[in-house]
């Protein structure tokens, strides 16, 4: 059975508290395993999850903001202390890779697992998976930063009553979702004759960034986004300054790109109340909300039901 659903591991921005850990978030995305954004301490929050280093298949940094990536060299060590037998890919944006240097072998050890450095180097590029396709989008933000999203193609759901009616059962179904057609007694059997439209699902994560086309591309009609809210209403000024978004920005976005579960993150530590950001977001988006709490897990919504069905 497949598995889709995120593992927060930590939510601050800049500075952990007691509360509160750096970044990090895991996505299990059927036989995909994505950590984005290491902050420190992330190799010990994952203990506390069911996620070990062994699973994982992908890191994603979005910017070397420390809070977002001191965690990369704990994590990639231990891919080799634990000899992670599958390789492992990383994507980052092009122009840190000295600091992805650094802190790849940011201290002595002994390398065994197999990293794919892939890094990030335009706008809109695609990394195509066997479940969907990873794409990259420019974000805006003091240093070069890349927000993500995961979308699955949209694909075709049988209908087994159908099946049944045409005598259609065991390896035939396989091929008719292959070829879009089979013959049966002398009668072409379409795809479209037994199935009815399943359409995708999106997961989109946003990290440090202002108000930008990269932020609406990303979360367009995602299943699932999880986006910072570094600040509040109060300080939307700052926010706009320093390149963060407040809760109502964000909650506002996954309104207008209709986002179906929302996932607010990456706190400032002057809010040690998370309610707050609850009830601004609340205000602008009517949809399932959550705020982001350390080492708690976030499924991912039903699939949309298709138009007709």
């Known amino acids: 059975m497949s598995m889709r659903e995120l593992v927060v591991l930590g939510t601050a921005s800049q500075a952990p508290t007691r509360q509160r850990n750096h970044n990090g978030y895991v996505l299990r995305w059927d036989d995909e395993v994505i950590l984005f954004d290491p902050g420190e301490g992330s190799q010990r929050q994952l203990l506390h999850t069911t996620v070990t280093a062994t699973d994982l298949t992908r890191i994603c940094v979005t910017h070397f903001h420390g809070d ?3 965690g990369l060299p704990g994590t990639i060590q231990r891919l080799s202390l634990d000899r992670v037998a599958h390789p492992v890919a990383v994507h980052f944006p092009a122009g840190g890779a000295e600091y992805f240097a650094r802190l790849r072998y940011a201290t002595s050890f002994y390398e065994t697992a197999e990293l794919r450095v892939e890094p990030i180097e335009a706008d809109g590029q695609q990394i195509a998976l066997r479940c969907g396709t990873l794409e990259a989008r420019r974000l805006r933000h003091p240093i070069e930063t890349y927000g993500y999203r995961l979308v699955e193609p949209d694909g075709h759901r049988m209908l087994p009553e159908k099946l049944a009616a045409y005598g259609i059962a065991g390896p035939a179904v396989g091929e008719l979702i292959r070829v879009g057609h089979l013959d049966v007694d002398g009668r072409r059997v379409t795809r479209a004759e037994v199935s009815v439209p399943r359409p995708g699902q999106r997961f989109a994560f946003v990290m440090d960034t202002g108000l930008c086309d990269g932020v609406y591309a990303l979360a367009e009609h995602a299943d699932l ?24 920005q964000a909650a506002r976005v996954a309104t207008e790109s209709g986002v179906r579960r929302l996932v607010l993150t990456h706190f400032s530590q002057r809010y040690p109340d998370p309610r707050r950001f609850h009830d601004e977001a609340s205000a602008h988006f009517d949809g399932d909300l959550i705020i982001a709490e350390d080492l708690t897990t976030v499924q991912l919504p039903p699939r949309r039901v298709a138009s007709g069905e």
């Open 68 to 70: 977002h990536c001191l």
């Open 225 to 248: 986004l999880v986006i910072e809210s570094t600040f509040l209403e109060s300080e939307a000024a700052l926010a706009a300054e320093v390149g963060h978004l407040t809760a109502a």
